[in-house]
Nanobody, 124 residues
């Protein structure tokens, strides 16, 4: 079993920044890719970003490119999401998840372990 715990969410004004963390416990993250997703009220969960174990393979959704940065520290079993230039439309619950394999996927069903989520609210 893998337990994932997100932290770092909160309320921020438009243009502000937040840094999300996702700490894993239990079994290590191994060679699996990790991803960040978000879900706004009434909308489907969507993939924001993903990163391979080596950190060499990174994916960003178009709507966060240039604003968000994903990273991971395998020694700490932790991944991060630096979010800059936040917009009201970024308001959502943010989740980290472990991929079922080494590649970064963009679909929810490509991930098997999920955190409980952390709320990010961007005020206008």
């Amino acid at each position: 079993q893998v337990q994932l715990v997100e932290s770092g969410g909160g309320l921020v004004q438009t243009g502000g920044s937040l840094r999300l963390s996702c700490a894993a416990s239990g079994r290590t993250l191994g060679s699996y890719a990790m991803g960040w997703f978000r879900q706004a009220p009434g909308k489907e969960r969507e993939c924001i970003s993903g990163i391979t174990w080596s950190g060499l393979g990174i994916y960003y959704a178009n709507f966060v490119k240039g604003r968000f940065t994903i990273s991971r520290d395998n020694a700490k079993n932790t991944i991060y999401l630096q979010m800059n230039s936040l917009k009201p439309e970024d308001t959502a619950v943010y989740y980290c998840a472990r991929s079922k394999g080494p590649r970064v996927g963009v679909r929810v069903d490509e991930y098997d372990y999920w955190g409980q989520g952390t709320q990010v609210t961007v005020s206008s």
